[in-house]
């Protein structure tokens, strides 16, 4: 038996929407940071280290791109879903 996923002791909520946005800075002397802002509220994902990338690094950012691509076809498809076809019940 395959021992269970550790549940998260906290949860934050953050919830797109008007004013949220999501940025990639690259720099030429650290790597790059991507900056989540939500209001008042900013999130900056980094690597491991600010002077060099790992393999583990590289592996993080590929499955953060495709949980990200996967949200997008997910929240296009609800959004097109709705009864008006512009994301707003009628």
Known sequence: MGRAKA???SVINLNSGSGAVAENHCYP???PVLELRF?????LV???AAD???AADVEFAQGL???AA???????????GLPNGR???A
Do not use: D, I, K, Y
């Not at 209001?39 to 999130?43: R, T």
């Not at 996967?70 to 097109?80: G, K, L, Q």
């Open 29 to 31: 002397v650290r790597t």
């Open 87 to 89: 994301g707003v019940a």
């Open 52 to 54: 060099e990338v790992t």
């Open 70 to 80: 996967s949200f997008a076809r997910s929240v296009e498809r609800t959004f097109h």
């Open 46 to 48: 980094t690597t491991s």
């Open 7 to 9: 549940r998260p002791a």
């Open 39 to 43: 209001g008042s509220v900013q999130v």
């Open 65 to 67: 791109a495709r949980e």
